[in-house]
């Protein structure tokens, strides 16, 4: 029987892979040991992820806006997400509703599924045996107390995250992630 862990986002930040793609670095939630893994997403959903991070109204609905809307007016409710495989560099999740005493699970790629959890304050989930395999352990690191410095520690973390990232794709000869992930990494080290 598989154990869940609770997922939540680390940070969103731009890949200097393509002008079209993001990192998404996602955590687990709580625990003793906390595990990172890095996901490359498309800049649409970054952006639909960083709207409903920030609550944020659009002028005219986007796509995931009407999916939410059509779900809701249906009198289905996100239940949550599950991430459920990787495969040759790809990511793989379900998107789980409910209506009354009927679930339904849809076949999603990973970033619509965490942009509608964001937008529902639904739980993103993994299995423990997946994340376990896929991510590199988080250094505990002491956060500083003011927001700059609190800032260049993220950055300072997220790079070293990365460069582990770097090093476990380049073993799995998984070329196409390390590649953006290297591009992410450099973009980090021109903004230090």
């Known amino acids: 029987m598989e154990e869940l862990i609770k997922l939540?986002?680390?940070?969103?930040?731009p890949s200097s892979f393509g002008s079209?793609?993001?990192?998404?670095?996602?955590?687990?939630?709580?625990?003793?040991?906390e595990l990172v893994f890095p996901m490359v997403i498309g800049s649409t959903e970054?952006?639909?992820?960083?709207i409903f991070q920030e609550n944020m109204e659009t002028p005219r609905p986007m796509t995931h806006q009407l999916f939410h809307s059509f779900i809701e007016k249906s009198g289905y409710e996100v239940k949550n997400a599950l991430i459920r495989d990787f495969r040759?560099?790809?990511f793989y999740a379900h998107?789980?509703?409910?209506?009354?005493?009927?679930?339904?699970?849809?076949?999603?790629?990973?970033?619509?599924?965490?942009?509608?959890?964001?937008?529902?304050?639904r739980d993103i989930f993994i299995d423990r045996a997946l994340?376990?395999?896929?991510?590199?352990?988080?250094?505990?690191?002491?956060?500083?107390?003011?927001?700059?410095?609190?800032?260049?520690?993220e950055e300072h973390e997220n790079l070293e995250v990365l460069r582990q990232a770097l090093?476990?794709?380049?073993?799995?000869?998984n070329y196409e992630a390390a590649a953006a992930i290297r591009d992410q990494i450099e973009h980090l080290k021109n903004i230090q």
């Open 8 to 13: 939540q986002i680390l940070s969103l930040n």
């Open 20 to 33: 079209s793609s993001y990192i998404l670095l996602m955590k687990a939630a709580g625990g003793e040991k």
């Open 46 to 50: 970054a952006q639909v992820i960083s």
């Open 88 to 90: 040759d560099g790809v």
């Open 95 to 121: 998107l789980n509703l409910s209506y009354e005493q009927r679930e339904i699970v849809l076949d999603a790629r990973p970033s619509d599924a965490i942009a509608l959890c964001v937008k529902t304050q």
């Open 131 to 153: 994340l376990e395999s896929i991510c590199l352990p988080d250094q505990e690191i002491e956060v500083e107390e003011t927001p700059e410095e609190e800032a260049l520690l």
């Open 167 to 173: 090093d476990k794709a380049i073993m799995e000869e």
